[in-house]
Nanobody
């Protein structure tokens, strides 16, 4: 089974930066749309940023201009650079891969999540 492993979360003060990374156990990224999601207590999971296999990018409005998503298909990784962090960015961040390379339609893979806490 494909596994996604996130890293880079932690505790940071408001205004600081973190870089999250996600690596897949198989070479699927060239056939996948990649995304970062987050979920905080009492809230629904939300899409933070996504990047297609062709490189098109979408950001959630509150992070646009502060976060940058990037991918390296050769390394099978996707990163999320988070700058100017705010307390409301506090959440568990999850890596997602939507894989289109199979025969049964797209498949979603999720990482375990990495917590990000932004203090004021």
């Amino acid at each position: 089974q494909v596994q996604l492993v996130e890293s880079g979360g932690g505790l940071v003060q408001a205004g600081g930066s973190l870089r999250l990374s996600c690596a897949a156990s198989r070479r699927i990224f060239s056939y996948s749309a990649m995304g970062w999601y987050r979920q905080s207590p009492g809230k629904q999971r939300e899409l933070v940023a996504a990047i297609s296999s062709g490189g098109s990018i979408n950001y959630e409005d509150s992070v646009r201009g502060r976060f940058t998503i990037s991918r390296d298909n050769a390394k099978n990784t996707v990163d999320l650079q988070m700058n100017s962090l705010k307390p409301e960015d506090t959440a568990v961040y999850y890596c997602n891969a939507r894989y289109y390379g199979g025969y049964g339609g797209p498949s979603d893979y999720w990482g375990q999540g990495t917590p990000v806490t932004v203090s004021s």
